[in-house]
C-alpha cells in the first residue's frame, strides 16, 4: 500500500452519515491515514515484511486476542439485553477460535509450537495494550467497556477492505487479509456498531465524550501494535 493511497474513505455505518458511530469514525481519519501509511502494512501487499517481523507479530497477537476474549466477556457480563450478552459472549469465544484457527497455520509455519508461543513474553505493547482494555471493562461502565474493543473490531475491518484491495504474492499474508475483508467478520463489525448507536443517546454529552476519548486510544493502540511488531519492541530490561 503506498502513502499516497486513501487514507480511510469513508467507512460504512450502520447508524447513517449523522450517527454516533459516524462521529467516532470522523474523529479517528488522522490516526487511520497512519494505519494505513504504516511499512507493516505496506509489507503485507507488497509481500517484502520481513518473515521475522510478522512472526513477532503473531505471537504477539496470541497473547492479544486472550485479553480481548477476556475483555468481551467482561463485557458481556455488563450488558442487559439479551441479544448483546449473546453477541459479546460469541465474539469473545470466536476471537480464541481465530486464535486457534488461522495463528495456528501461521505458527505451524513458523516451526514454532505452543509452548514456544506462551513462553514469549508479552511486549510492552501488547501488555499495555491488554491492561487498556481489561481496567475498562472491568472497572469502567458497560460503555466503556464497549468502546474499548471497538477499535479492534473497526480498525481491523477497515484495514482488511483496504488490503484487499490491492491483494498480496504472499499467499500467507494473504490468508490474513481475507479472514478481516471477509463478510463474516464485517457482519460482526456492523453488529457493534448497531449497539454502539442504540446506546449513544442515553450517554450524554459528557458520556459521548468518555466514549470518544477510550475508542481513539484504542486506535492509538492498534497503529502501536503494528509499530511495536515492525521495530521488534522487547522489554529494555
Given amino acids: ?53 510478522f512472526r ?46 488461522l495463528h495456528a497455520a501461521f505458527i505451524a509455519d513458523f516451526a514454532l509450537s505452543p509452548d514456544d508461543v506462551a513462553a514469549t513474553p508479552r511486549s510492552p505493547t501488547t501488555t499495555a495494550y491488554v491492561d487498556f482494555l481489561l481496567a475498562h471493562a472491568a472497572a469502567g461502565s458497560y460503555a466503556d467497556g464497549l468502546a474499548a474493543v471497538l477499535a479492534c473490531f473497526w480498525i481491523y475491518r477497515e484495514v482488511g477492505r483496504a488490503l484487499l484491495a490491492e491483494g498480496s504474492p504472499d499467499p500467507r499474508y494473504q490468508r490474513w487479509i481475507d479472514t478481516y475483508a471477509s463478510e463474516e467478520f464485517s457482519a460482526q463489525v456492523d453488529e457493534l456498531l448497531r449497539i454502539v448507536d ?26 502501536r501494535f503494528w509499530d511495536a511488531a515492525w521495530r521488534g519492541e522487547t522489554w529494555p530490561v
Avoid at 31 to 45: M, N, V
Avoid at 73 to 89: N, P
Fill in 1 to 53: 500500500m503506498s502513502a499516497s493511497a486513501p487514507a480511510s474513505g469513508p467507512a460504512p455505518t450502520p447508524g447513517g452519515p449523522d450517527s454516533f458511530t459516524a462521529d467516532l469514525w470522523s474523529d479517528a481519519g488522522p490516526i487511520q491515514r497512519r494505519i494505513l501509511e504504516h511499512p507493516f502494512l505496506a509489507g503485507l501487499t507488497d509481500g517484502s515484511l520481513p518473515e521475522e517481523v
Fill in 56 to 101: 513477532t507479530y503473531v505471537v504477539q497477537d496470541s497473547h492479544y486476542l486472550k485479553g480481548f476474549a477476556r475483555a468481551l466477556a467482561l463485557a458481556a457480563g455488563r450488558a442487559s439485553a439479551d441479544e448483546e450478552i449473546v453477541f459479546l459472549a460469541t465474539a469473545g469465544a470466536e476471537a480464541i477460535t481465530v486464535e486457534h484457527e
Fill in 198 to 223: 442504540r446506546h449513544a443517546p442515553a450517554l450524554g454529552t459528557d458520556g459521548r465524550r468518555c466514549f470518544t476519548q477510550i475508542w481513539l486510544q484504542g486506535c492509538r493502540y492498534e497503529w
